[in-house]
């Protein structure tokens, strides 16, 4: 089902902007909250730009495997009894038993992207694919000096705008790709968020030399497959570490995760938040599994005995400009280690450089001036994931992802989101009891005034 027209009627107590796991966990939330509450349901919809579920499409690779356990799915850590837990999704495809026998608490991402799509059917009725959110504003109705709803302006895949309104807002439109200053993305220069689409544009034996740049998963994943999919090819992997540094995933630095850290670091000193990022940044930045390194180093190794070295890994060492002419791509290369430069030719060239969080101000635009922003210029967030505000506004604004600097380190993962989807949930919840309990008080006041 899907919201038509030029302009909605209904006022929605909450609208999700993106349908990624964070606000499909937030929907679960609210579903649940409905069903343990019938007389007082969470009116909600959701709008996803793309035209179907997809959960990091492009980097579907071959044996990928997922970077957290399986029970850190989109309910379970809040409701274990969840109809959308990762267990039920099990037993209805009918492979419990065998994913037991497997022995593995790390599911490929492809039997994960099976499940995020089985849980989106199941909540098909919540959201509206092919429809992209542009803008929110707040509305102060005429002579109020506070705005309780907020307009939000979707484009659908037909181009027509249409426009909802609602108390709050969930925004989850997820990370954004970083490429170094100065490059461009274009039918050979990719970064890794959009690699397998730009992969199957080109014929595969036309790909004699490619480049991977980083030394995160990312860039050791698509090295590794272009390893197996391109075997006439020189590969180079270009990154600025000595070696690939291992993703420590050990269970005393995996705390870090729990739901329990976030209060830790939400509430923690100065020295304390910068002591997580000190110390366990390599849970997950600039970091690989260590099977997969392991595997690089192996592949590396057998060509050496082989005698027909194709895989070449450029370690200390950075790109620093890319020339593009035709299909000519020169790569420059800048070596830490004797300040030398170098050009490279290639046929395409892959950044696997990261990303950014997300910010909620492109698409709250003049509205963003209502939100106050710390010292380092980074929105100031409660601890229930609403963005502090004046006082001029009682609708809310929620962020899942972003919060790195106010949440910590499971901010951009999926760790959490089921803990945090049910502490928004709670939250719209609890605000919105107070909202009309103090309504119900001015009116009795108002009665007993007469
Ligand atoms: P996500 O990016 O998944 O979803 C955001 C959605 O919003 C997208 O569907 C997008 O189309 C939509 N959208 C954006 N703007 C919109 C707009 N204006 N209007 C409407 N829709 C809009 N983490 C982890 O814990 N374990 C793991 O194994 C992995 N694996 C992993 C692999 C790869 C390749 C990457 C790049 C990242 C991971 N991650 C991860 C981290 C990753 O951030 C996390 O898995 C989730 O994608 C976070 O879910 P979100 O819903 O917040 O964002
Ligand atoms: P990342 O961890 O941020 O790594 C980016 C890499 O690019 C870093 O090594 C960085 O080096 C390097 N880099 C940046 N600019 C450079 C330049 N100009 N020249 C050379 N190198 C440069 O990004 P990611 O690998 O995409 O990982 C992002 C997230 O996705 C992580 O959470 C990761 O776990 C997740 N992920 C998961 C899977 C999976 O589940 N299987 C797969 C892929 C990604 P510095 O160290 O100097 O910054």
């Given at each position: ?7 909605h ?8 902007i ?6 499909m966990s ?6 649940e ?5 019938p ?12 035209p179907?579920?997809g959960?990091?499409?492009n980097?579907?690779?071959?044996s990928t495997t ?8 989109l309910?379970t ?9 990762f ?5 209805a495809?009918n ?13 490929t ?11 989106a059917?199941?909540l098909?009725?919540k ?11 707040p ?17 659908g895949s037909?181009?027509?705008t249409?426009?909802?309104t ?6 989850s ?7 170094p200053d100065?490059m461009?993305?274009?039918e050979?220069v ?8 730009k992969?199957?544009?080109?014929d ?8 991977v ?7 050791a994943e ?14 180079s ?8 540094s ?5 269970p005393f630095a995996?705390q870090?995760?729990?739901p329990?850290a976030?209060?830790e ?8 938040q910068?002591?997580?990022w ?5 849970t997950n930045?600039s970091?690989?599994?260590a099977?997969?390194i392991?595997d690089?180093y ?7 005995v ?13 790109v ?5 002419a035709?299909?000519e791509?020169?790569?420059l290369?800048?070596s ?9 030719a290639?046929d395409?060239i ?6 950014d969080?997300v ?7 003049d ?7 710390d ?6 967030v409660?601890?229930?994931?609403r ?5 001029e506004?009682?609708?809310g604004?929620y962020?899942q ?8 380190l499971?901010?951009?993962?999926l ?6 989807s ?9 605000r ?6 103090d309504?119900l008080g001015v009116a ?7």
């Open positions: 089902m899907g919201i038509t027209g030029r302009r009627q209904e006022i929605y107590d909450v609208i999700g993106g349908f990624g796991p964070s606000n937030l929907a679960i939330a609210l579903e909250h409905g069903e343990s509450s007389e007082h349901p969470v009116t909600s919809h959701f709008f996803e730009r793309q179907q579920f959960w990091h499409r980097m579907l690779l071959p997922m970077q957290i356990s399986f029970l850190k799915d309910a850590f809040r409701n274990p009894l969840s109809r959308f837990g267990i039920s999704y099990l037993h495809q492979r419990l038993v065998q994913f037991v026998n497997n022995h593995d608490f790390f599911p991402r492809q039997e994960f992207h099976q499940y995020l799509e089985w849980a059917a199941g098909d009725d959201v509206t694919y092919g429809s992209e959110v542009t803008a929110i504003r509305v102060f109705e005429a002579g109020a000096d506070t705005a309780d709803l907020l307009e939000i302006e979707l484009r037909d181009g027509a249409t426009v909802v609602a108390r709050n807002v969930a925004i439109t997820g990370l954004v790709p970083r490429l100065g461009a993305a274009d050979r990719w970064h890794s968020s959009e690699f397998l689409s992969f199957h544009q080109h595969a034996a036309d790909l004699k030399s490619v480049a740049v980083g030394a995160g998963q990312s860039a698509i090295t590794r497959f272009f390893h197996d999919a391109l075997p006439h090819a020189q590969i992997a270009v990154f600025p570490s000595y070696g690939y291992v993703a420590d995933d050990t995996n870090v995760f729990d329990a976030v209060d670091y939400y509430y923690g000193t100065d020295s304390a910068d002591a997580f000190r110390y366990h940044r390599n930045y970091v690989v599994d099977d997969v392991r690089l192996k592949r590396s190794y057998d060509e050496q082989r005698g027909t070295q194709r895989l070449h890994f450029r370690n200390l060492t950075r620093t400009d890319v020339k593009r035709g299909d791509t020169r790569v290369l800048r830490t280690l004797d300040e030398s430069s170098e050009e490279l290639v395409a892959v950044f696997a450089t990261g990303y969080g910010d909620p101000a492109h698409l709250l635009g509205f963003d001036r209502h939100f106050e922003r010292a380092a210029n980074k929105h100031r409660e601890r229930d994931y963005l502090v505000s004046a006082a506004l009682t609708c604004v962020v992802g972003g919060t790195e600097h106010s949440h910590g499971s901010s951009a993962l760790s959490n989101i089921a803990v945090r049910g502490e928004i949930a709670d939250s719209i919840v609890m919105r009891t107070e909202r009309e309990l309504r009795e006041e108002a009665s007993s005034a007469v």
